[in-house]
């Protein structure tokens, strides 16, 4: 799996965009970005992955730079339960693949 | 999405004993689990891959005469922390594999379990 990048934390105003970046400057070309969270004491949550296009579902959107060397998760309306560490992976889609997760972005959302 | 449990979700034991720790695929079967390991204010860390039928692969530095695991069925799998220590206090997270999932993301994980030792 390609090394990730991400700031080790991040404030967001509530109801405001939370933008989350990470590079991944030596991601291949079969390797998807995925984004995971963890509230604190839960389990990981997946959230959203993509391999070069944009990409949007219920949770966030995914913007990938065309280069593929980094890419920002958005929350478009971010709420107190939004709280978390984000997680930033490449990794190849096959089957059997493990997850890696390295130490994230702590996003704490303020009233 | 699919759902997988673990049981206990918080266990206090004495220093020497052994805790089992159950993670369960509800609705889907898995025939590779993963066991992680988180520490406070750590990521999670990847101890071992547990696959169905066969002996587990332990991460580098895993013991894995300490924590042993079973996969016996599709839908279980268990952790056995043997002769815990105060050490071994941590937060257990499984993630399970959905087998005939044809989607973008098929690992689930699990609530965590919370081991104590004293």
């Known amino acids: 799996d390609a090394k990730t990048t991400q700031p080790p934390s991040m404030d967001c105003a509530e109801g405001r965009a939370a933008n989350l970046p990470c590079n991944h400057s030596t991601i291949s070309g079969n390797e998807y970005v995925y984004w995971y969270r963890q509230i604190h004491s839960q389990g990981p949550q997946y959230i959203i992955h993509g391999l070069k296009n944009n990409e949007t579902n219920e949770m966030a959107s995914l913007i990938i730079t065309e280069d593929r060397k980094s890419s920002t998760l958005i929350l478009p309306h971010a709420t107190l339960r939004d709280t978390a560490v984000y997680y930033c992976?490449?990794?190849?889609?096959?089957?059997?693949?493990?997850?890696?997760f390295g130490p994230g972005t702590s996003l704490s959302v303020i009233p | 999405g699919a759902v997988v449990s673990q049981h206990p979700s918080r266990v206090i034991c004495k220093s020497g004993t052994s805790v089992k720790i159950e993670c369960r695929s509800l609705d889907f079967q898995a025939t590779t689990m993963f066991w992680y390991r988180q520490f406070p204010k750590q990521s999670l860390m990847l101890m071992a891959t547990s696959n169905e039928g066969s002996k587990a692969t332990y991460e580098q530095g895993v013991e894995k005469d300490k924590f042993l695991i079973n996969h016996a069925s599709l839908t279980l799998s268990t952790l056995t922390v043997t002769s815990a220590h105060p050490e071994d206090s941590s937060f257990y997270i499984c993630?399970?594999?959905?087998?005939?999932?044809?989607?973008?993301?098929?690992?689930?994980f699990g609530p965590g379990t919370r081991l104590t030792v004293l």
């Open positions: 993630s399970a594999r959905d087998l005939l999932s044809g989607g973008p993301d098929t690992q689930y």
């Open positions: 992976i490449a990794r190849l889609k096959t089957s059997y693949d493990k997850v890696i």
